[in-house]
């Protein structure tokens, strides 16, 4: 059953702490994203990654950092640098080739304690 | 930045109307796609148009994109409560970069 998981649904942060997203794939797509949506909404690129060890700045990467150590996992982090981090953040991936579509995970909701 | 911009914000009809919403964008494309959301869920892709197509149809889906005015819409006909939900557009860049840049959606509502 091919798709993307992320893990946890739901996340609570205490003020200063870092948290971690997950986001896994069995798709083998080249390219992974995150996205941060707040309520009511659209989607805004937070980094994004085409290949295995590299990655790059989206609109609203401060106070964020990924790493793409495997093709299948990107995972997020959530730094206390970040000051507003309460939104849905959602995980994509995509081939990484012309004219293809992104594929969507079922999203985490982080709330701030 | 958002590239897109849907319009309606929102929009709510009967079920059996049609349903209509607009997106605009700011720069060249390769292609333009349309996403749906259901409510905290995450995105489900509907489809995908090149900018070198001017209409396309899935089912009761029919997208329009014209270059020129850098806008595209989406039409549903015959709509039916379950596809009360948001709809996005996205577009792909011409450059090398795979990435998706949406817009702001549309929260559509079908009443039973």
């Known amino acids: 059953d091919g798709g993307i998981t992320q893990s946890p649904k739901y996340l609570f942060r205490k003020e200063g702490q870092n948290v971690t997203l997950s986001c896994e794939q069995n798709?083998?797509?080249?390219?992974m994203y995150w996205y941060r949506q707040d309520p009511g909404q659209g989607l805004r690129l937070i980094y994004y990654?085409?290949?295995?060890?590299?990655?790059q700045k989206g609109d609203i990467a401060e106070g964020y950092s990924v790493s793409r150590e495997k093709k299948e996992s990107f995972p997020l982090t959530v730094t206390s640098a970040q000051k507003n981090p309460t939104a849905f953040y959602l995980c994509?991936?995509?081939?990484?080739?012309?004219?293809?579509?992104?594929?969507f995970g079922p999203g985490t909701r982080l709330l701030v304690l | 930045s958002q590239q897109g911009e849907e319009d309606p914000q929102a929009l709510s009809i009967q079920e059996g109307e049609n349903a209509t919403m607009n997106c605009s964008y700011k720069t060249s494309i390769n292609n333009l796609q349309w996403y749906r959301q259901n409510s905290g869920r995450g995105l489900v892709h509907l489809i995908l148009i090149r900018s070198n197509e001017r209409e396309k149809h899935s089912g009761r889906l029919r997208v329009t994109l014209d270059t020129s005015k850098k806008s595209s819409s989406l039409l549903i006909t015959a709509s039916r409560a379950a596809d009360t939900a948001s709809y996005f557009c996205a577009t792909g860049a011409t450059s090398g970069t795979y990435k998706y840049i949406f817009g702001t959606g549309t929260r559509l509502k079908v009443l039973a």
């Open positions: 990654s085409q290949i295995v060890n590299d990655f």
């Open positions: 798709l083998n797509h080249d390219a």
């Open positions: 994509a991936s995509s081939p990484g080739i012309s004219g293809s579509h992104a594929y």
